[in-house]
């Protein structure tokens, strides 16, 4: 699918990045002469060959991971994950919540993964957040996953407000998903990493009493968090949907569907959609994608059935061409005609960005529609509904699929 310029990343995604084969990350240490891209930013230079633009929106951040509407205010809220927010209003950026001093940078994949403004905003004023906690990095200590919460005061994010909700204990230093979407009414999901390491190595994905690997329901109101299944008391009774690898992002769409953007292991991607509160096993280890996972470095397996009890995704993409890590993702029933009903996906070595679109009755197709050419992490809603990339380098671009 490459375009007939020069890809200007496509020695570092095949040279550097394809060691990762799945980032952000697949190895409990990154191999020896293994080095992360630097966070210089390279240019959002679409493909001649699309119809497409991409133009600076806004600099300064670090790698950013969110954009949300404020509930009540005329701006957006933007995470970045070296723990600070920060508010745009279309003039200007003002810091409005920096939880540095709770977080781990070490790991490339650690820091502020994600946040939501609790569903009772106007009655509540609080921000939900989800981290890595504070390590060592010498050591290379492994952290825990963190899900807080802190009270909005005058705009700002009191720093002594917050409190801990929930604690998920992390095996490795990478894996740790961290997506956090309001669902209203008070519930959440919560996206959770199988733990870190190759090839799922403690089993996680298909352990229906660990948190790793899954996505996590919860009700959360006056300062308590609760289960929404089972009644257990155990860790098991948060979980929604299980046998996933690294949800690093997901939505609902205009149906009630979930779309979840799993980064796979060596050979494959994925694109999972089943009804949102609808308990789904997607199937890791014993399946990458839409097939069996024996052996990591075999990609030659064709498709298969899966098990009873599993689902597999509806749309699957290989690591050809230098591409290595879905960066998901937004259900697109908003912004410009021609971009609305699919699923928005892409891909961070190459900058390549797919919509998943429906072509037959439950079949569905990733359509490529701009070629970027830049490290892309994630997509965001704009002050005024323009389409956002986020970039490992920390620049946020604005998108145009359809300028001449």
Known sequence: MEGPRTRTLFLVALFVLAPLSGCFGNEEEEPTGFEWPTR????????????????????????????????????????????????????EKRLVANISNLISNCHTEAGLLGFAFASDFANSSQVLFTYVGTANCETKEVTNLFLAVGDVSEGFVAPDSIKVLREIEQPYRNHNGGHLLALGDHTYLWGVGDGGGSNDPQGHGQNGTS???????????????????????????????????????????????LWIADVGQ???????????????????????????????????????????????????????????????????????????????????????????????QGQWQGELVLDTDTMLVGFGRGLNDELLLFTWGGTIFELDVNAS
């Open 40 to 91: 210089s930013q390279t240019d959002c230079m679409p493909d001649d060959d699309l119809n497409g633009s991409c133009e600076e929106y806004l600099t300064g951040f670090t790698t950013p991971t969110n954009s949300l509407h404020h509930p009540e205010a005329d701006e957006i809220w933007i995470s970045d994950l070296d723990g600070r927010i920060v508010a745009w209003n279309g003039d």
């Open 266 to 360: 060596n050979c494959f991607e994925e694109v999972n959609m089943v009804p949102g509160l609808q308990a789904t096993n997607f199937g890791w280890s014993e399946r990458e994608a839409n097939r069996e996972f024996t052996d990591p470095n075999d990609c030659s397996k064709p498709p298969s059935n899966p098990p009873a009890g599993m689902t597999d995704p509806v749309v699957v993409y290989d690591h050809e061409a230098g591409r290595c890590s879905i960066s998901g993702g937004l259900y697109m029933d908003w912004g410009t005609e021609s971009m609305q009903g699919g699923y928005m996906y892409g891909d961070f070595c190459t900058g390549e960005i797919w919509m998943a679109r429906e072509t037959s």
């Open 211 to 257: 948190p790793l690997g899954t996505i996590q329901h919860f009700h959360y109101a006056d300062g308590a968090i609760a289960p929404l299944h089972n009644a257990t008391g155990t860790d098991q009774d948060y979980t929604l949907h299980q046998g996933l690898r690294n949800p690093w992002k997901f939505d609902v769409d205009d149906q009630g569907r």
